[in-house]
Nanobody, 120 residues
């Protein structure tokens, strides 16, 4: 299974970006999908997750500014980021809990990361 993320870039404080991540491969189903981020010198942290049924959980730091969504038919998760702040600068990674056709076991898959830089 592969996760391909895109949509990062450089934006001014207060601006918006939309991240996308598509999962491909021998997939039976996808449970939760989510976004994590890692800033220089920091540990990777949860930003938002969404279940297959659409239930969402957000980090307190992004509530009201970020919105996670998914298209189950396309195995894709999105994150609309608004009112961006310099402290949102990080590499953003997508994650999916994928049931693989080959093993019928749930596997945690990670994308390659996309850099978001917010200038002040």
């Amino acid at each position: 299974v592969q996760l391909q993320a895109c949509g990062g870039g450089l934006v001014q404080a207060g601006g918006s970006l939309r991240l996308s991540c598509i999962a491909s491969g021998s997939i039976v189903s996808i449970n939760a999908m989510g976004w994590y981020r890692q800033a220089p010198g920091n540990e990777r942290e949860l930003v938002a997750i969404i279940t297959s049924g659409g239930r969402t959980v957000y980090a307190d730091s992004v509530k009201g500014r970020f919105t996670i969504s998914r298209d189950n038919a396309k195995n894709t998760v999105y994150m609309q980021m608004g009112s961006l702040k310099p402290e949102d600068t990080a590499v953003y990674y997508c994650n999916a809990l994928v049931v693989l056709r080959t093993t019928m076991v749930t596997h945690s898959a990670w994308g390659q990361g996309t850099l978001v830089t917010v200038s002040s």
